[in-house]
């Protein structure tokens, strides 16, 4: 496994993170204080680390 893709995996996983901590901030469950506005944007940045991520992952090619 090569760096790029393993830096995809590593933004992936910390993009599920992001997006698991908004929406429970955004639900109020957990003990996340956040507001509902606040927790849009620890959604946001997990959105697009996800994408970039699966990105990352699908855009690079394995040699051998």
């Known amino acids: 496994m090569n760096q790029k893709r393993t830096f995809g995996t590593i933004l992936t996983v910390l993009g ?6 908004g929406a429970m901030g955004f639900l109020g469950v957990g ?3 956040l507001g509902k506005m606040n927790s849009f944007v620890p959604f946001l940045v997990g959105l697009i680390f996800f994408f ?3 990105n990352l992952v699908k855009t690079t090619s394995d040699r051998a």
Request: hydrophobic share 65%; charged share 0%; net charge neutral.
């Open 16 to 21: 599920i993170v992001g997006i698991i901590i």
């Open 31 to 33: 003990g996340i204080g």
């Open 52 to 54: 970039a991520g699966i």
